[in-house]
T-cell receptor, first 113, second 113 residues
């Protein structure tokens, strides 16, 4: 069955550095991947979507890549700030039904001042 | 715009009790979803709806029922609550366009004693 994995449960990084989060998928070929941010006690908030024919997508300090050979997406936050501390979720469309999404378990990022 | 609103925000139930979680969206979205989020498991789809009057099962539907009598509302029911249903429940909505993201509420924290 399709599987999406975010290998790092937690990542600590110094303020100003670039944070890189990984999302790996197996047993399927998603047409796109989505990245969401989730703060404690809040629902996920959409950040970026990257399609399989796009190598890279940028939005302000955020960059997402999609490597169909490695079956992997990387999510980068440049010049990280303490306000970037949150859990980041990777998601892709499921093989069944509507626009249903299948989520990874998330990576909790902490940016240390 | 309020987006997606979930009520209640917190609830404690005893085993065997029933309750209904309400989700309302004001974005005129066709699709609506109910997820549960548990530590280490990520978001898992319970039920979803692609339009008023329609519902379908997701990944973990057992023990839950749903109804979508009005386009803007999606109700999640627990007929006989069990401790295994202790979780954080999130509602989301989206348009029919698979390239568009899902919009989430801030969740209902439910404890079953």
């Amino acid at each position: 069955s399709q599987k999406i994995e975010q290998n790092s449960e937690a990542l600590n990084i110094q303020e100003g550095k670039t944070a890189t989060l990984t999302c790996n998928y197996t047993n399927y070929s998603p047409a796109y991947l989505q990245w969401y941010r989730q703060d404690p006690g809040r629902g996920p908030v959409f950040l970026l979507l990257i399609r399989e024919n796009e190598k890279e997508k940028r939005k302000e300090r955020l960059k997402v890549t999609f490597d169909t050979t490695l079956k992997q997406s990387l999510f980068h936050i440049t010049a990280s700030q303490p306000a970037d501390s949150a859990t980041y979720l990777c998601a892709s469309r499921t093989e069944t039904g509507a626009n249903n999404l299948f989520f990874g378990t998330g990576t909790r990022l902490t940016v240390i001042p | 715009n309020a987006g997606v609103t979930q009520t209640p925000k917190f609830r404690v139930l005893k085993t065997g009790q029933s309750m209904t979680l309400l989700c309302a969206q004001d974005m005129n979205h066709e699709y609506m979803y109910w997820y549960r989020q548990d530590p280490g498991m990520g978001l898992r789809l319970i039920h979803y709806s692609v339009g008023e009057g329609t519902t379908a099962k997701g990944e973990v539907p057992d023990g839950y029922n749903v109804s979508r009598l009005k386009k803007q509302n999606f109700l999640l029911g627990l007929e006989s609550a069990a401790p295994s249903q202790t979780s954080v429940y999130f509602c989301a909505s989206s348009t029919w366009d698979s390239n568009q993201p899902q919009h989430f509420g801030d969740g209902t924290r439910l404890s079953i004693l």
